[in-house]
């Protein structure tokens, strides 16, 4: 990479294959006694003596108590006023990050870049990340947010020009990076105003969204935290608490 201005490096930095990684956490949940049921979404949420009913395509569960990871949906989600539960501002945001082959003899370490100022408080002009996917090339996103109102009527278009600014970030930033040969796709970021994840209880619900763009390879540790909540643990980050 090339840099203009201060740089943390970490030597024993990493990445995640995040297929890879889920694949192996749902082999441990199913080994664990969890039950996989995929195609088959939440439709209401509601209270049930001191437990929860969640009724879904396919039948009605209940339990002790739900936590509610819905990631980008979570808005959508009805009926968390039951329980006393207002959500904080969430954006859902568009994100298209492309790939772009590497040249030879170049490796590229997993980024954060906050163009524009070495000053990590959300006043950069705009932040770039990547890594190197293996077989891919060098993945470049850059924080466009582009505000997605309804995320049903999304489609997984790329806009030519969010191809064009990753490229221009890259003949700028990236020496190894050929943008002749690109690939994108579109994903989403879930955004709290502050940035930070929620990770909340009332009563009988546990709302676990661990978004704002980062959230992904704290999954183990989010997902022990929250069995901690779930068994009464109270441990949890003071500014991932839901609104009062
Ligand atoms: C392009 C891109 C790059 C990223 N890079 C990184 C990175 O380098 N490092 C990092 O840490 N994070 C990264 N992230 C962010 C990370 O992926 C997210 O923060 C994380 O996946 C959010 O987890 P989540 O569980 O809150 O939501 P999601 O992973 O979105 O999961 C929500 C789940 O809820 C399901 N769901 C929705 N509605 C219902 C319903 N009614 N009933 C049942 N299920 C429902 C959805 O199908 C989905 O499976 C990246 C994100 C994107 C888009």
């Given amino acids: 990479m090339d840099?203009?201005?201060?740089?943390?490096?970490?030597?024993?930095?990493?990445r995640v294959f995040a297929d890879r990684t889920i694949d192996a956490l749902l082999r441990l949940a199913e080994a664990a006694g969890a039950h996989l049921r995929f195609e088959d979404p939440a439709l209401a949420i509601e209270p049930a003596g001191e437990g929860v009913r969640v009724t879904t395509a396919h039948g009605v569960v209940t339990a002790r108590t739900a936590v509610i990871s819905a990631g980008g949906w979570l808005p959508l989600l009805g009926g968390l006023g039951a329980f006393g539960i207002s959500l904080p501002r969430l954006k859902v945001t568009a994100q298209a990050p492309v790939h772009f082959a590497i040249r030879p003899g170049f490796t590229f370490p997993s980024f954060v870049h906050h163009v524009g100022s070495d000053a990590v408080d959300h006043t950069f002009a705009y932040g770039a990340y990547g890594l190197e996917s293996p077989g891919e090339g060098v993945k470049v996103g850059i924080d466009t947010m582009d505000v997605i109102e309804d995320?049903?009527?999304?489609?997984?278009?790329?806009?030519?020009?969010?191809?064009?600014?990753?490229?221009?970030y890259a003949r700028r930033w990236l020496p190894g990076a050929d943008t002749d040969v690109a690939a994108a796709v579109s994903c989403l970021f879930t955004m709290t105003d502050d940035s930070h994840f929620i990770l909340d209880r009332r009563g009988p619900v546990v709302v676990m969204s661990p978004c704002s763009g980062h959230g992904f390879k704290f999954t183990p540790l989010l997902g022990a935290i929250a069995a901690d909540v779930v068994e009464g643990a109270e441990t949890w980050a003071p500014q991932w608490r839901l609104p009062a």
């Fill in 3 to 14: 840099f203009d201005e201060t740089v943390i490096y970490s030597p024993d930095g990493g």
């Fill in 151 to 168: 995320l049903d009527a999304r489609t997984l278009d790329v806009p030519e020009e969010a191809i064009a600014v990753a490229a221009d």
